[in-house]
């Protein structure tokens, strides 16, 4: 075997073919891995439409106009905060430690809520000052962009909540740890659309 | 962790044996805050150079997003992990092919419109 197989495989000598099947938490990570980046494929769309159409506001209120930048860093360090405490709940898990996984998926569940309360008073507030989704192309596109990643992150808690119900009754099995361990990716990723939507959403105003 | 793992290659995320602890996720959250401030910090200043700013916006972004693709996905160039970040690079390529091709389609479009005046004239 060449210097470059093996560098490319990890263990010399054995061929690929000879290996067998992949794990099944290899083969569910890289799954899920596959979803998440063609979920972020659809927030490129999502993304390209902002930008096109960010210009488009018939006269209304403009981007410049409408946000708050305080408000938005105090969304993104909940966001960033998160994004760390799932990191501590999954060592937990590995660690089979029930106490630690509570008290960090609690702390994640708590900020995810933060973040989907302040987009929500967020939403309300434009809607009642006449800033909606139907005002402008600009805002139809801000709402479906910036709604979609919402909506995701509400799904999010969903999950993480149906994760912790699946570690009270069933416990600390593989099975358990894989779907959390895919709940954290997810999480993750959702991050990385976030560092998006602020930069080019919130911070790119003109 | 078993030997056979390793060989298939890691899955995104994946902490085998503890490789990477609680450690990576502080230094990511730190690198991302820090980042994360910068970025607002470039957004309100009048100390950088104001066209250079959506530049310097982008840039902070990208690297940002980096960090957490290695800090908190744990995905990395190393060998174990050839199909995660090869999935990764093609995820990259479609969304830029989409971002960056929809602005250019759509704003070249925009250049060879008629201008509405001229619209309105036509149909009279």
């Known amino acids: ?206 | 962790m078993d030997t056979q793992a390793q060989a298939q290659g890691d899955a995104p995320g994946v902490d085998p044996g503890e490789r990477h602890g609680a450690r990576s996720y502080l230094i990511g959250l730190a690198y991302a805050v820090a980042l994360t401030v910068a970025s607002f910090w470039a957004a309100t200043t009048s100390f950088v150079y104001a066209p250079a700013v959506p530049v310097l916006l982008g840039t902070l972004a990208i690297a940002q997003m980096g960090v957490h693709v290695a800090f908190f996905l744990h995905i990395s160039s190393a060998p174990d992990q050839a199909n995660n970040f090869l999935a990764l690079a093609f995820g990259v390529f479609v969304s830029a092919l989409v971002i960056f091709g929809s602005m250019l389609i759509m704003s070249n479009l925009n250049h060879n419109m008629m201008p509405m005046d001229e619209l309105i004239k036509m149909q009279r």
């Open chain 1, 1 to 206: 075997m060449s210097a470059a197989g093996q560098a490319l495989t990890g263990i010399p000598g054995v061929p690929l073919a000879l290996r067998g099947p992949a794990p099944v938490r290899v083969v569910a990570g890289f799954g899920f891995w596959l979803f998440l980046l063609s979920d972020i494929i659809i927030f490129a769309a999502l993304f390209a439409t902002y930008s096109v159409l960010s210009g488009s506001t018939a006269g209304g209120p403009s981007a410049a106009e409408l946000f708050d930048k305080r408000h938005v860093f105090l969304e993104t360090m909940c966001l960033l905060a998160s994004s760390a405490t799932c990191g501590f709940g999954l060592l937990a898990i590995q660690r089979t430690d029930a106490r630690a996984m509570y008290f960090w998926m609690g702390i994640t569940f708590l900020l995810g809520i933060s973040f989907l309360t302040m987009e929500g008073r967020e939403f309300a507030s434009m809607i009642a000052a006449g800033a909606g989704p139907s005002h402008s192309a600009f805002l139809s596109a801000f709402f479906t962009l910036v709604g979609t990643h919402g909506l995701h992150v509400s799904l999010g808690l969903v999950w993480l909540v149906v994760m912790l119900l699946q570690v009270a009754t069933l416990g600390f099995q593989p099975m358990v740890g894989r779907r959390f361990f895919c709940f954290a990716l997810f999480w993750h990723a959702l991050d990385i659309v976030w560092i998006g939507v602020f930069t080019i959403v919130y911070l790119g105003a003109k």
